[in-house]
C-alpha cells in the first residue's frame, strides 16, 4: 500500500480488517512500530471522529503525530497548475506539500468537495496534488469524492457484528480491555440473527449478509463521499448482497455503485435487510442540489421491522430526527457507537500498514 | 471521586490540597500513572490557563492528552432531548459523548453559561449530559456556573500563603525545582501576618483567616462561575470566616453563598481581611445584566490599608485599571502569578485522583 | 544566548550553522537533552512551516511542546503599559507572561507588525514584553521586524550549498537518513560554480559568495522582517559580498542594511551572483506601503541567465508568478524546499543552545 485514498489502494481487505481487530484486541502490541516516525495531519476543514481516531491510532503505534488546522492556522492554498496567484490563496501546493514531505513520515489530509464544480471534485484534484507533490504516504482523511477510514471502519464493524472473528477481545484506545467483541456477542459486537434467522446466521453459515444504504434527508447539501466510498468499499469487498435506496434523480457516480442493485422504493428495499447504512448525499447528476427533503425517508422503528432485524449504521455526525430517529439512534439496533469507536483501529491498521510499508 | 464538577466531588479538599503541593514539591513523582492513559480536552469556549495547566498536568503524570476546539475544529453540539435538528447544531451530545468516552479515559469539558436563560444556565445542561453519556470521569475546565480547578487552586494557594505547610519546596512545572515555597516564605509562598499580626499568624496558630470576596467593576457582562465557585469551596473547606462584598442586587446564589456573611459596604467588609479575591460577576438575580461599573469598587492600596496586609488573589484574565489597580497588581500584595502557576497542581492532583480510581 | 531575537543574540553565527548541520545528518542525537522541559509556543499571527519545524525540533530534543494558537484560542492581549483595560484588550502581557514562565522552559513567540505605526512596530513592543515579564528565555517565530530562525536557515543553506561542510550527510526530521547533503553534491545539497567558475568553488577557494537580495511583486502589503533580517544576518556573518536591489523609496532600515550595496538596477546587481534571495517588502520611509507592483520585478529565467548559476532562494509561502515564476521555482535553480527543510535544523540548534544554557 503506497498511500490510502480509496479502496483500489488496499489488495486484500479482509487481511486490513483482521489486523484493525488485532489492533483492538491489543491496541498497543506494536508500540514500537512508530517509534521516531511522525505523521503529519492536514485539515482544510472540520473534523471530529477522524482527526481524534486518526491521532490515537499513531499514539498507540508510538509515532509522534502533529495536527495542523490549515485553514484556520495557516492560509489558503493553491492547486491549479500554473496559477498566476494575485487573488486570495498565499501558497502552492507545489511548494507546501514537499516540505511536508521533508517534516513527516505519512501525510494526512482532510479536504471536501466544493459541491459546485462536478468536474474539480471528482478529478480529486486536491489530494492528488498533495501525493504527486509530497513524495510520501497520503492518507485520505476523507477527500472529495471518498471518506476510506470511514468505510474501512463500515467494513470491521460488519464483520464484527457477522461473529466472522472469533477469539477477539475488543480493547480501549490505550490499555486494558474495554470493549470485549467478536463473536461472543459481548461488548460492541452483537451477533445478527436473532429474529428472522434466513438459513441460520451469516457470516458462518456462509450466508452472505443483506445491506442496505439508504439515503435520508437532510438540511444542507452535502458531499456523496461516505455513500460513494462505503458503496466502493462493499463492492470491492464482494461479501455482500447490496442494495442501495435512494430517491429518483439521486442516483451515485456508476463508478462506484456498480455492483449493487438500486431500488427507488425504499420500503422494499429495507426487506430482509441485516444491515441498514443511512447516508443523506446532495444530487450527484445535476450537481450539488437537494431534490428532496421528505421526512417519509427518515428511518423509523416500523420501518426496521421490514428487516431481518437489521443492525443500523450511520458515519456520524447525524442530525437527530432528521436523517435518523431517536427511537432507532436510542435503541438496540443501532450499531453508532461501536461503529465510531472503531474508527481507531481501521486508522491504526491503515498507518501501521503504511509504516511497515517503509519509506 | 468520579468526577470533578464542583466541591462536593471531593471528600477531603484539605488532602487534595495537600496533594496538589506535594506535586508542586516533585512535580515527576508519579510520571508512570498515567502511562497509556488518555485525556481529552475539549473546550467550546476559550481558554488559556486552564488548558496549559491541565495539559502540562497530564503529561506530568505521563498520561496523553489531546486539545480539541470543539467550537473552532468542529461543529455546533446540540445539548437538548428529542431536539429535532434542523438547525445550527450538527451533532448531539448523546452520539458524540460516548464516542469520547471510548477514545479517552479521562474527559475534560469547557463550556460557558448563555447568560440569557438561568434555569438553562444553573441546570449545568451541558456539563451534565457529558457525564451521563460519556461513561467515564467527566473534569469541569469551567461549565455553565462553577470553575472547580481555579477554586481548588484558590485553596492550595491560600494554605501555601498561610504557611501551614512546612517542608514543601515548590518547583517548575516540569523538572527541577524552581519556585521555593510553603513556611518559609521563599518563593511563591510569602507569610501572612507581617503588618498586623491579630493573635499572630494565621494558620500556624490555629486563627481562621479572613477572606473577602469583593466584586470589581467589569465593561462586559460575566459569568457567576468564578465567584460561586469560590464561595462554594471556601463554604465547604470551612477554614476561614468569609465575607462577600458587592453592591446591591448583586447576590450570588444562596446555595454556594450560605456560610458567608453579605456585607454592601466594601470598606467595612475588607477591615482586617487576610486575603482579598476580586472578581466581577454579572446579576444572578436578574440573570446576566449589568446594574453597575461604579469604578469606585476597583481595589487599590488605599482600600488595601484597611486590610490585614491582606494578599490579594484574582483568578486572571484580569482588565486592569478596570478590575484591578496597576498599583496592587504589580505591588507586593499580589499573588496573581502564584495563583495561577498553581493551576498546574490543582490539575494534576485531580487527575491523578481520577486514574488512581481505575476506570 | 539568552535569547532568540536577533542576530545580535549569536555570539558565533558559523558554530551555530555547524550545530544545525550535525543535527541535520543525526537529528536524534541530543534526545535526551529535552527531557522533562517544555516548550511553549505562543502564535498570535498564522504560520505554518516555523510551527511545524519548532515543533518537530523540540520533539527531536525530548522536549514536551505545547502550542496555543493565542489569537483563536484565547483573547487579545494588551502590551501598553499602564493600559486603561476598558476596550477590547482582555489580558496584559505583564500578566500572561510571567505565568508562561513558570509553565514552560522556553517560550516562542511569533507576533506580527501592525504595518501602521513604524515607532510602535520597530520598538518591537510585543515581543520585548515578553522578554520582559515572562523570565524564561524568548525565541521569535518571527517579531515585527525581524525573522531570525528564518534566517538562520538561510545561512545553513548557503553553508551547504556552498560546500563549505563536508562529511556531512544530511537526514530525515526523525530517524533514517533521506536527503544527503554536504559537499558531495548529492541530496538537498548542490555545490555551486559549475556554469561560471569565477577563481574556483565559492567556499572551498575562499572567494566570498556574491549574494544578492532583490524585491519583487506581490499584492498586499507585507512586512520587512524578511528582508531586515536576512541583510542583519548576513552583515553579521560577514562571509559575503552582500548586494540589494529594490525600486527606489523601498529602503529598508539602515540599522539591518548597512554593510550591503543598494542597487536599484535589478539587472545589474543580478550580474554573477551565486545565490539570489527573493523576497517582497512593503516601503519603510513612508510606512507600510505598496509603491511598486511592477511585474519586471519578477525573476525569470532570463535575468537568472545574468547570474554565476546561482540558487535561488524564498522563505515561503510564496505567490507564484507574481513573486517569482514557475520557471524558476521548478526548475534546477530553486533550492527553497532544500531551504524549507533545513528550518527543523535551525530551530533545533536554538533549541539545544538554550537548553544547555540550562535556566
Redesign the interface.
Known amino acids: 500500500m503506497k498511500n490510502f485514498i480509496s479502496a483500489h489502494d488496499v489488495t486484500n481487505i479482509d487481511s486490513l480488517v483482521q489486523s484493525a481487530l488485532a489492533y483492538k484486541a491489543n491496541p498497543?502490541k506494536d508500540k514500537s512500530l512508530g517509534a521516531?516516525?511522525?505523521v503529519?495531519m492536514l485539515?482544510l476543514n472540520?473534523?471530529?471522529?477522524t482527526?481524534?481516531?486518526t491521532?490515537?491510532a499513531a499514539?498507540n503505534l508510538g509515532a509522534?503525530s502533529?495536527v495542523?488546522?490549515?485553514d484556520?492556522?495557516?492560509?489558503a492554498l493553491?492547486f491549479e497548475e500554473?496559477?498566476?496567484?494575485?487573488?486570495n490563496t498565499?501558497?502552492?501546493v507545489?511548494?507546501?506539500a514537499?516540505?511536508m514531505g521533508?517534516?513527516?513520515?505519512i501525510l494526512c489530509i482532510r479536504t471536501f468537495p466544493s459541491l459546485k464544480n462536478k468536474e474539480d471534485d471528482y478529478s480529486e484534484l486536491y489530494i492528488n496534488q498533495f501525493i504527486k507533490y509530497s513524495g510520501i504516504p497520503v492518507v485520505s482523511l476523507e477527500s472529495a469524492t471518498l471518506h476510506p477510514l470511514q468505510s474501512l471502519t463500515d467494513i470491521i464493524t460488519i464483520t464484527e457484528v457477522m461473529g466472522g472473528v472469533t477469539g477477539i477481545g475488543g480493547a480501549?484506545?490505550?490499555?486494558?480491555a474495554?470493549?470485549a467483541g467478536g463473536a461472543t456477542g459481548a461488548g460492541d459486537a452483537t451477533g445478527i440473527g436473532g429474529a428472522k434467522p434466513l438459513g441460520g446466521p451469516i457470516g458462518v453459515s456462509g450466508r452472505k449478509p443483506k445491506i442496505v444504504l439508504t439515503w435520508a434527508p437532510h438540511?444542507k447539501a452535502l458531499p456523496q463521499c461516505v455513500a460513494n466510498s462505503f458503496s466502493q468499499w462493499v463492492n470491492a469487498w464482494g461479501k455482500a448482497d447490496f442494495v442501495i435506496t435512494h430517491p429518483e434523480d439521486y442516483e451515485l457516480d456508476t463508478k462506484f455503485t456498480n455492483g449493487a442493485k438500486i431500488i427507488y422504493d425504499q420500503d422494499e428495499a429495507l426487506k430482509d435487510a441485516d444491515f441498514v447504512y443511512v447516508k443523506n448525499w446532495s444530487t450527484y447528476t445535476d450537481y450539488g442540489k437537494i431534490y428532496s427533503d421528505d421526512r417519509e425517508w427518515m428511518l423509523t422503528n416500523e420501518k426496521l421491522a421490514l428487516t431481518n432485524n437489521a443492525k443500523v449504521m450511520h458515519c456520524?455526525?447525524?442530525?437527530?430526527?432528521?436523517e435518523l430517529s431517536?427511537e432507532i439512534?436510542?435503541g438496540p439496533s443501532s450499531i453508532?457507537?461501536q461503529e465510531?469507536?472503531n474508527r481507531?483501529w481501521a486508522a491504526q491498521a491503515v498507518l501501521a500498514e503504511l509504516l511497515k510499508g517503509g519509506?
Open positions: 498497543l521516531d516516525k511522525r503529519g485539515f472540520p473534523s471530529m471522529r482527526r481524534l481516531s491521532q490515537i499514539q509522534e502533529i495542523f488546522n490549515v484556520k492556522e495557516g492560509w493553491e500554473e496559477a498566476i496567484m494575485s487573488g498565499v501558497e502552492h507545489k511548494d507546501a514537499p516540505i521533508k517534516y513527516f513520515d480501549k484506545g490505550v490499555g486494558g474495554k470493549d438540511v456520524l455526525p447525524v442530525r437527530r430526527n432528521v431517536d439512534l436510542d453508532v457507537t465510531a469507536g481507531v519509506k
